[in-house]
């Protein structure tokens, strides 16, 4: 009994309190401090990479910090709001990108040291070469990055999406959003693979290392963690930060039916991009299974 309660405290002081307090403090202060316009965006980045032409260390195809493009939403996401960054220290890491997009999220969290594979998955072919020319723009790195040219959904199949390259993170395979009616939108042809199948043997082969799974899909989402709560998967991941494209209860309850605790629900800040879409974030941790990796 005593030696479970010094692994629960573990977890509980390692992973959760001081991270997430921290995350969720500092988020909350820039939410309320700043609007998500493209000034502030850009404004932002400046403050964290100077003169320079990388963020971390990292360099980005397309980086400018005079051109509020996706590239730079997203790295204002990752970087400078932090959205990502509650891993267990104590814990060695892989993790899945699900809606990779150019790869900013997948380089962040290949940079850090406890995290050693990352398995991103993007399905639109321009997005793709994006991603892959930024690994390859980063070779310390390029070993621990593993990229896919499919979605994840509940089925395999092949569709054809809109997709514009003024608005290359906003493309949904579930046919969510605008991008179809902006001028210079054509058609992508996208494969999806079945969501369980395709990362049953990913997770499986974790061996001891904790699973962090990123989601952010435009509304694959309401396809996927069924799809892998079917297939008995979604148990074995430790921890999920994800959009939700549409009201979050259905995810909440899927993630709380397999012993998810979820520590961050909140809609996503005033956002110029979103044109009024309901856009919320979910954070989740499965404490049963994560604080066994810690022993």
Request: aromatic residues 10%.
């Given at each position: 009994?005593?030696?479970?309660?010094?692994?629960?405290?573990k977890?509980?002081?390692?992973f959760f309190l001081?991270?997430?307090?921290?995350?969720?403090?500092?988020?909350?202060?820039?939410s309320?401090?700043?609007?998500?316009?493209?000034e502030?965006?850009?404004?932002?980045?400046?403050a964290?990479?100077?003169?320079?032409?990388?963020?971390?260390?990292?360099k980005?195809?397309g980086?400018?910090?005079?051109?509020?493009?996706?590239l730079?939403?997203?790295?204002?996401?990752v970087?400078?709001k932090?959205?990502?960054?509650?891993l267990?220290?104590?814990?060695?890491w892989?993790v899945?990108?699900?809606?990779?997009?150019?790869g900013?999220?997948?380089?962040?969290?290949?940079?850090?040291?406890?995290?050693e594979?990352?398995f991103?998955?993007?399905?639109?072919?321009?997005?793709?070469?994006?991603?892959?020319?930024?690994?390859r723009?980063?070779?310390?790195?390029?070993?621990?990055?593993e990229?896919?040219?499919?979605?994840?959904?509940?089925v395999?199949t092949?569709?054809s999406?809109?997709?514009?390259p003024?608005?290359?993170?906003?493309?949904?395979?579930?046919?969510?959003?605008s991008?179809?009616?902006m001028?210079?939108?054509?058609?992508?042809e996208?494969t999806?693979?079945?969501?369980?199948?395709?990362?049953?043997?990913?997770?499986?082969?974790a061996n001891?290392?904790?699973?962090?799974?990123?989601?952010?899909?435009?509304?694959?989402?309401?396809q996927?963690?069924?799809?892998?709560?079917?297939?008995?998967?979604?148990?074995?991941?430790?921890?999920?930060?994800m959009?939700?494209?549409?009201?979050?209860?259905?995810i909440?309850?899927?993630l709380?039916?397999e012993g998810f605790?979820?520590?961050?629900?909140?809609q996503?800040p005033?956002d110029?991009?979103?044109?009024?879409?309901?856009l919320?974030?979910?954070f989740a941790?499965?404490?049963?299974?994560?604080?066994?990796?810690?022993?």
């Amino acid at each position: 009994m005593s030696h479970n309660k010094t692994l629960f405290h573990k977890w509980l002081k390692g992973f959760f309190l001081a991270p997430y307090y921290l995350y969720l403090a500092g988020r909350r202060a820039r939410s309320a401090a700043t609007a998500n316009t493209s000034e502030n965006i850009l404004a932002d980045i400046r403050a964290v990479v100077g003169n320079k032409d990388t963020v971390n260390g990292i360099k980005f195809s397309g980086f400018s910090t005079e051109n509020c493009s996706g590239l730079m939403h997203t790295i204002h996401e990752v970087f400078v709001k932090h959205d990502y960054d509650f891993l267990a220290k104590d814990v060695r890491w892989i993790v899945i990108d699900i809606g990779a997009n150019l790869g900013v999220t997948s380089l962040f969290m290949a940079n850090k040291p406890n995290v050693e594979k990352v398995f991103a998955f993007e399905p639109l072919k321009p997005n793709f070469a994006e991603l892959n020319k930024n690994v390859r723009l980063n070779p310390a790195l390029a070993d621990k990055v593993e990229s896919f040219c499919m979605g994840l959904g509940d089925v395999d199949t092949k569709i054809s999406i809109p997709f514009n390259p003024n608005m290359n993170t906003c493309s949904s395979t579930t046919g969510l959003g605008s991008v179809g009616k902006m001028k210079g939108t054509w058609l992508e042809e996208v494969t999806v693979r079945e969501s369980g199948a395709v990362l049953a043997p990913i997770i499986e082969g974790a061996n001891g290392r904790g699973v962090f799974c990123k989601i952010d899909c435009e509304g694959a989402e309401f396809q996927i963690l069924p799809n892998l709560q079917k297939n008995n998967i979604l148990g074995k991941i430790d921890a999920i930060a994800m959009e939700v494209h549409g009201a979050p209860e259905e995810i909440v309850r899927i993630l709380q039916d397999e012993g998810f605790f979820i520590f961050n629900r909140c809609q996503h800040p005033s956002d110029e991009q979103l044109k009024g879409e309901s856009l919320w974030y979910v954070f989740a941790v499965n404490v049963a299974c994560l604080a066994k990796k810690m022993q």
